[in-house]
């Protein structure tokens, strides 16, 4: 059998495959999924100028869109189609121009079709910026990289 198959990083490899080459929301706002993981990813953004809100820092709702990827992409890392139920978000501190976010998805509880995930989001200097905690739910035999 194919190693791609069944072993659990090689889906999730594939899966962060199909997912970038659909996700034409995250190229325009330049996130790169630095890694993934089952249940784990980290995505980075830089903030840029037109990024900007009308106090000069990082609009929250980009912010929210950078942890939601890393969630989307750590939910469905097993080839499950997965999508967000809900999720909370706390702005902790101002992101500003030339900010390098990382957002950092870990899933906390998975059971039948849903699941629980938080994301951390800080800046390059490691301050934490945001936290997020997503909800999940599984479509039931729908595979993400199956088309």
């Known amino acids: 059998m194919d190693a791609e198959v069944t072993d659990p990083q090689a889906i999730a ?14 190229r325009m706002l330049g996130i790169t ?8 990813a980290v ?9 900007l809100n009308g106090v000069a820092t990082c609009h929250g709702g980009l912010v929210a869109t950078l942890a ?4 989307a992409y750590g939910c469905n890392a097993r080839d499950e189609l997965t999508v967000a ?4 978000i706390e702005l902790l ?11 950092s998805c870990t899933e906390q509880h ?11 989001v800080v800046n390059q200097r490691g301050e934490r910026v945001a936290i997020f905690r997503g909800r999940s739910h599984a ?9």
């Not at 490899?13 to 995250?26: G, K, L, W, Y």
């Open 13 to 26: 490899e594939r899966v962060r495959r199909t997912m970038q080459a659909r996700d034409t929301a995250s």
């Open 33 to 40: 999924i630095e890694a993934i993981a089952p249940g784990r």
């Open 43 to 51: 995505a980075r953004m830089t903030v840029r100028e037109d990024m």
């Open 68 to 71: 939601d990827t890393a969630f």
């Open 85 to 88: 139920s809900g999720f909370a």
């Open 93 to 103: 501190a101002p992101a500003r121009l030339g900010d390098v976010l990382t957002a």
């Open 110 to 120: 998975r059971a039948g079709r849903t699941g629980v995930y938080d994301v951390e």
């Open 139 to 147: 479509i039931k035999g729908r595979s993400v990289s199956a088309g």
